[in-house]
């Protein structure tokens, strides 16, 4: 039995310059942090006892035969890259709620990869998951995602992250001190609008408009830095807040789906209880809420969004690990004790995986 631990993420400045459509040409940098909200994932090889080979359960419980049939696109888009063809069976459990913008479906590829790794006795760097895990959501899964999410999980901590023309990244670790750092996270709420959405849908509308947000775009980088050099600083840490409503009014921009008029509602009661600035997390239209306030005006502004669930979280720095390594010894059976239709099957899956030939992980 494997168990994974992968944080959820907070991004604060460059969100959609991490977008390959934009950062390939131009470059791109965000500022996020992990949190101390994780994903979960349990995963073992599944015993020979059942008349289907793989047990995958999330919100929705997969009994099926062949790799084709998992629904759950990450699930069998990672067992796939890996080739893995024994039996397997994955329990996925969450802190919090996913499609709410603070990167779940990405802490789950993550996860689920570094545990398939622990899972075939491998161990494998930050740098190559987090790369595996960006060709999988991008390029297997073929979904409208950014590559900060997978490194953000994978690396964990407070971190500048830029994007090149060559589709690396580097991660520059914020080294600010412990006061710093304790002062910005008292300055900071999340609340959860209480909509779920699917992010790649509303970012459709975002890739398509790139060429026609450049300018903002460009500008939504460079708040990266100008957040950065505001947290090096001996400052005023409420100049972070103002920059971060700037940077959510040239969100807004991007697309029409990345707010609503229920939460432009909600931002601005945020506001007129006290703070300084905010944002949504993640693509926008909905999830979770983040609102910069002084600390005297916490209790001000919840009581004001009193109808929305105040989520407590603070920083973390570990990124995913590995937090229970048990190896089980191997199933053997007489191949021709199995019932025939079971024979049958799983010959057939065996037969249809070896004509599949799994990607070369990078």
Known sequence: MIISRTPFRISFFGGGTDYPVWYRENGGAVLNTSINKHCYISCRYLPPFFDYKYLIRYRLREEVTHIDDIQHASVRECLRFLGIHQGIEMVHTSDLPCRSGIGSSSAFTVGFLNALYALEGKMVGKRRLAAEAIHVEQNAIRENVGSQDQVAATFGGLNRIEFNGKEDFIVQAITISPQRLSELQNHLLLFFTGFSRTASEIVTEQIHNTKDNAAELRAMREMVYEGTDILNGSGDILEFGKLLHESWKLKRTLSSRVTTSSIDR?????????????????????????????????????????????????????????????????????????????QRAWHAEEARQSTVEPLTPA
């Open 266 to 342: 909600m931002y601005q009661t945020a506001l007129d209880a006290g703070a300084v600035g905010g944002k949504l997390c993640g693509a926008g239209g909905g999830g979770f809420l983040l609102v910069f306030a002084p600390p005297r005006k916490r209790r001000l502004i919840q009581r004001a969004l009193h109808e929305l669930l105040h989520v407590p979280f603070r920083f973390d720095s570990l990124g995913s690990q590995i937090t229970y390594f048990a190896p089980e010894e191997p199933y053997h059976i007489d191949i021709a004790s199995i019932p025939a239709t079971r």
